[in-house]
């Protein structure tokens, strides 16, 4: 069975570019997660899609926004990059709404 | 709001020792926890986890976990660690009485360096 699957790898951008990554869950899985993790900050949550629509976001400003399409893969959006947004940016799913979440691999971004 | 606290940064254990990574947490009632292992420049994969049941959990790749309630704490063992063990671990934790968040609570990792 295919894990979550992320693309890019990597993306590198420069500061008020926006950027878009791009998540598939495991088949069968409606719910897709959006965690940060930044040096020296850890792994911090994001954002929570279920059946299509937002059901939760952390403590992160709106330029970072996303969506969920109808095969339940996923989007993420960052606006007005800036450099503190240079991280690791990883994507789970789950089954259900749960904590038992499945990670992908990250997409690391640089801003530049 | 939960949190955890993983108090070792780092740890370095030889080949074939034991291994206990240790994991506290703090919440009002019992939560969801969960370990997590992540190899550079990878994703995280879920290592095992508690719900609810018996205490000693087991997982992949031969490690196990205790919750003890009264110490607040949820820490990871391995009897015999493998070189390709050296990675960087973290513990998490889920609220169960808030399902409207559905977002994991990290500690801030521990790495773990094997020597041969």
């Known amino acids: 069975e295919a894990g979550v699957t992320q693309s890019p790898t990597h993306l590198i951008k420069t500061r008020g570019q926006q950027a878009t990554l791009r998540c598939s869950p495991i088949?069968?899985?409606?719910?897709v997660y959006w965690y940060q993790q930044a040096l020296g900050l850890g792994l911090q949550f994001l954002l929570w899609?279920?059946?299509?629509?937002?059901?939760n976001r952390g403590n992160f400003p709106p330029r970072f926004s996303g969506r969920q399409f109808p095969n339940y893969s996923s989007e993420l959006n960052v606006n007005a990059l800036e450099l503190e947004d240079s991280a690791l940016y990883l994507c789970?799913?789950?089954?259900?709404?749960?904590?038992?979440?499945?990670f992908g691999p990250g997409t690391r971004l640089t801003v530049t | 709001a939960q949190s955890v606290t993983q108090p070792d940064i780092h740890i370095t254990v030889s080949e074939g020792a034991s291994l206990e990574l240790r994991c506290n947490y703090s919440?009002?009632?019992?939560?969801?926890l969960f370990w997590y292992v992540q190899s550079p420049g990878q994703g995280l994969q879920l290592l095992l986890k508690?719900?609810?049941?018996?205490?000693l959990v087991q997982g992949i790749k031969g490690f196990e976990a205790e919750f003890k309630r009264s110490q607040s704490s949820f820490n990871l063992r391995k009897p015999s660690v493998h070189w390709s063990d050296a990675a960087e671990y973290f513990c998490?934790?889920?609220?169960?009485?808030?399902?409207?968040?559905?977002?994991?609570?990290f500690g801030s990792g521990t790495r773990l360096q094997v020597q041969p």
């Open positions: 789970a799913s789950s089954l259900r709404p749960t904590y038992e979440q499945y």
């Open positions: 088949s069968g899985h409606t719910s």
């Open positions: 899609y279920d059946e299509g629509e937002e059901r």
């Open positions: 919440y009002g009632a019992t939560p969801y």
């Open positions: 508690y719900f609810s049941g018996d205490t």
């Open positions: 998490a934790v889920g609220a169960q009485g808030d399902t409207g968040r559905r977002a994991l609570t």
